[in-house]
């Protein structure tokens, strides 16, 4: 990763409950371990949470959950991603999400699920591994001119 | 660049032409990473024409811009304008991080075809953001986008360039940011084109509009050459919450645009003035930024702090002696570089 990439990550909470406590202390995370993120606030349907996705390039998107409607939704953002170009882009999910269900999530494309009381740092690490070697989806351009920037 | 580097070039330039929502961001991506693959994309894009009308959007953290900026895009969408957003704001200078959070107040357009918002983080001290920025703009423009607004909170010198390089420049204030003076203390005066009194509905809105109608007619009179028909910015009030007076300010943003498009001897010369800065911007941006890099200064930076914490030298010495350096022995290898690059023919151009 060149020193002027920066992972990007979209914060969304979809769902019509009232609470976005949980998304800001996870946004205010992912800044503190020096990701760029882009904040949408509450109240979030699939189709904004992508558009958002797609125009602002990011490598992920965190949705935190709590509404219990996590199956559909997960499934309405993952089915746009693709319909819209963006299957590259990471999900990943936050929230009060039991089990079975958390490994039905996997098992449709999402990357991990983080349950109610895992430390902030358990998805910042996760995230930071992923992206070791470069921001997946920009790469193609970026990788190979920054070597060459670079090289010499 | 390698051939399948410029095949990626060529592939993103093409979808951006078509607004293709995906090639666009990713164009957009290559710009803000600062890579020789966005800077190949923007040359292929370069419109001299300057089809796109840039508005800059500025004022205190708070003050209403984003707001603003979501209803002047709705009005500039009921008149079939396609309107392209870039909203900047500062990145943490202790872990580079920054939470981007101005679309939460524009959601009534992320699904429009006919608008992109796009969030950027001002990154790296070392200069870029204005450069950024612009880039960024101009990639818009190539996608057809007919109204750039852009939103920067107004502190600093970058995000005053930033403006600066719109068409029309729009001051926010609000009764709460402080008088006048502190204002043109901020040397922010002389960058505005129109000013918006936000927050009317609170206190103090129409002390701080005399305090600013004051200041204009002020720097009136001591710039009163003569000149004819010249462009005095006018104040709006607004309660953006309420959408009251955003109509008066689009049409004062309108009255602008057809001032400077009005004489075509000063839109020549506004226009070379731009380019002029643009090129400056874009020299520094590309000189700094390739020095930084290519000698590691940020290396240079955290040896010297400590260097300079254990009482072995100042920074004027220091860095004079770097400068020195950097000037007389060149860059270790530049000059190889140019050769190939002539060698190379145009497809290189930086
Ligand atoms: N009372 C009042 N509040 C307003 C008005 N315009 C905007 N606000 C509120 O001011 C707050 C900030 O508005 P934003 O549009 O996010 O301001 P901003 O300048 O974009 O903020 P930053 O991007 O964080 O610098 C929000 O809570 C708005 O609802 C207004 O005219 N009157
Ligand atoms: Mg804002």
Known sequence: MTQDEKIRILVAKPGLDGHDRGAKVIATAFRDAGFEVIYTGLHQTPEMIVDAAIQEDVDVVSLSILSGAHMTLFQR????????????????????????DAAKLREMGVGEIFGPGTPTGAPIEYIRRRFETGRGQSQQGTEEAAKEGDAT | ???????????????????????????LSWIEDRTPAGRALLDRLYRADHPAHRVGITGPPGSGKST???????????????????????SSPFTGGAILGDRI?????????????RSMASRGSLGGLAAASIEASELLEAAGFDWILLETVGVGQSEMEVVEAADTTVLVLVPESGDAVQVMKAGVMEGGDVFVINKYDR????????EVSLMLELSRELNATGVADRWEPPICRTVALRADGIDALLEAIDRHRAHLERDPERRREV?????????????RDRLVGGLVRRWDLEGWVAE???????????????????VARLLEEGVPGARDDARRSEGRGAEERP
Do not use: C, W
């Open chain 2, 271 to 283: 226009r070379s003035r731009k380019i002029a800065r643009r090129l400056r911007t874009q020299l």
């Open chain 1, 77 to 100: 953002v993952l089915d746009l991603l693709r319909e819209r170009g963006g299957e590259e882009i990471h999900v990943i999910g936050g929230g009060i999400i039991p089990e079975e």
């Open chain 2, 68 to 90: 603003i900026v979501n209803e002047l895009t709705r009005r500039l969408r009921a008149r079939g304008a396609a309107v392209g957003i870039l909203a900047v704001d500062p």
């Open chain 2, 105 to 117: 107040r524009m959601q009534d357009h992320s699904s429009d075809p006919d608008v992109f918002i």
């Open chain 2, 203 to 210: 206190e103090g809105g129409d002390r701080l509009e005399k």
């Open chain 2, 1 to 27: 660049m390698t051939p399948s580097a410029l095949e990626a070039v060529e592939e993103i330039a093409s979808r951006v032409r078509n607004r293709d929502r995906r090639g666009l961001a990713r164009g």
């Open chain 2, 304 to 322: 010297t702090t400590a260097r300079i914490q254990e009482g072995k030298g100042s920074p004027y010495a220091l860095v004079d002696s770097l």
